[in-house]
């Protein structure tokens, strides 16, 4: 079945860091590609997505690129501020399935310090 | 994209008693899912709902334990019955399906189980 390996956190980085979070994917058909991210006591926002190779999903300063040679999705980010500080989680879906099912990878706890 | 909102978005309860937990979004939507969110860990699909059928369990949850509603387009409950501690959990519900995106999740509702 689908599934998804991401970056074991935590993840610790000072303010204005490069941050790089690995995800990759194992799926039988061409997945969807998505991070969300989910903030303290929150539940979880789409951060960014990607629905075809070579697609780059942008937001906040997030980039992803789809990589199908590699069956990646690493989410960076050029300079993190202390608000970034979250968890974040990769997920795809099967857009030719019907049941729209999302499968997540573990998630990355990311802590910013100023 | 869409509002969801969940209610209580808290609540600590006695052991061996049944605690409903509402799903409202602001438009319709084909499928409702709800998900568990275990300390620190991803989350995990309990069920599909389809307005008009018998929501879909996934392996490892029954409907005896978790039933749910789903009586419009826009509404959806997810009861917990004859908690134990193990349940304490973050139950978070999602909507999409046909026409979205991806799926958009609601805050969460953080429960404790005495």
């Known amino acids: 079945g689908d599934s998804v390996t991401q970056m074991e956190g935590p993840v610790t980085l000072s303010e204005e860091a490069f941050l790089t979070i690995n995800c990759t994917y194992t799926?039988?058909?061409?997945?969807?590609l998505f991070w969300y991210v989910q903030y303290p006591g929150e539940g979880l926002q789409l951060l960014l997505k990607a629905t075809k190779a070579d697609d780059k999903g942008s937001n906040k300063g997030f980039e992803a690129t789809y990589r199908k040679e590699t069956t990646s999705f690493h989410l960076e980010k050029g300079s993190v501020q202390v608000s970034d500080s979250a968890v974040y989680f990769c997920?795809?879906?099967?857009?030719?399935?019907?049941?729209?099912?999302?499968?997540f990878g573990k998630g990355t706890l990311l802590t910013v310090n100023p | 994209s869409a509002v969801i909102s969940q209610k209580p978005s808290r609540d600590i309860c006695q052991r061996g008693t049944s605690l409903t937990i509402q799903c409202q979004v602001d438009s319709q939507v084909t499928m409702m899912f709800w998900y568990r969110q275990q300390p620190g860990q991803s989350l995990t699909l309990i069920a599909t709902a389809n307005q008009g059928s018998e929501a879909t369990y996934e392996s490892g949850f029954v409907i005896d334990k978790f039933p749910i509603s789903r009586p419009n387009l826009t509404f959806s409950t997810l009861t917990v019955s004859n908690m134990s501690p193990e349940d304490s959990s973050i139950y978070l519900c999602s909507a999409g399906g046909r026409g979205w995106e991806t799926q958009y999740f609601g805050p969460g509702t953080r429960l404790l189980v005495l």
């Open positions: 997920a795809l879906s099967d857009p030719r399935g019907s049941n729209y099912k999302l499968t």
């Open positions: 799926a039988t058909g061409y997945p969807s």
